[in-house]
């Protein structure tokens, strides 16, 4: 209930393990893993937010399901960007508080913890990894998400129809506007 004296915000508890705890994921979970992380953030992007704490500590893994933690992270898309996070997984403009908040900053990081399970080690700071080329899923899904600039990454949705084919136009119709 946000429109009270004192908001508050009821959620599930948290299930699964952070992925932190998980060196490497199979092929065929990081394609279930991916579809859902972006389909977490395409539904932020439509309530107008933006998570900046998108690390392996704050995403959670049950085997079937992504759940992401870090609300306290989370920013209206537009504000100025503050210094948020760790490297590699906060963005290059974000670590530098640089421009305003997009929805293709938690791009950067979903990549960035996309990346560290299918190799088990994190990638650079400022650029796409040297052997994306080797992971042909991830090559394939997210050679732009390590893009410097926020506005050469894809959003959320591009990323998400790129796994799942008309799944980012199905959450857009299932997401009424925030009033």
């Known amino acids: 209930e946000l429109d009270t004296a004192e908001p508050?915000?009821?959620?599930?508890?948290?299930?699964?393990?952070?992925?932190?705890?998980?060196?490497?994921?199979?092929?065929?979970?990081?394609?279930?893993?991916?579809?859902?992380?972006?389909?977490?953030?395409?539904?932020?992007?439509?309530?107008?937010?933006?998570?900046?704490?998108?690390?392996?500590?704050?995403?959670?893994?049950?085997?079937?399901?992504?759940?992401?933690?870090?609300?306290?992270?989370?920013?209206?898309?537009?504000?100025?960007?503050?210094?948020?996070?760790?490297?590699?997984f906060c963005p290059p403009e974000q670590r530098g508080g640089e421009g305003l908040a997009d929805p293709r900053d938690a791009v950067w990081s979903a990549a960035q913890v996309l990346y560290r399970l299918a190799t088990g080690r994190p990638g650079p700071a400022d650029r796409p990894p040297a052997d994306l080329g080797d992971h042909r899923k991830l090559d394939q899904t997210l050679r732009d998400a390590f893009a410097p600039r926020a506005a050469d990454r894809p959003t959320p949705a591009q990323v998400l129809d790129l796994v799942a084919p008309g799944a980012a136009r199905r959450v857009r119709l299932a997401v009424p506007p925030d009033e």
């Open 8 to 88: 508050f915000l009821l959620y599930e508890p948290p299930r699964g393990t952070a992925v932190s705890r998980i060196h490497v994921m199979g092929a065929a979970d990081q394609e279930v893993f991916t579809r859902d992380l972006m389909l977490a953030l395409c539904l932020l992007e439509g309530q107008g937010l933006v998570p900046r704490g998108i690390s392996p500590a704050s995403v959670l893994w049950d085997g079937a399901k992504v759940q992401l933690w870090g609300l306290e992270s989370v920013t209206r898309i537009g504000r100025p960007r503050r210094p948020w996070g760790r490297s590699p």
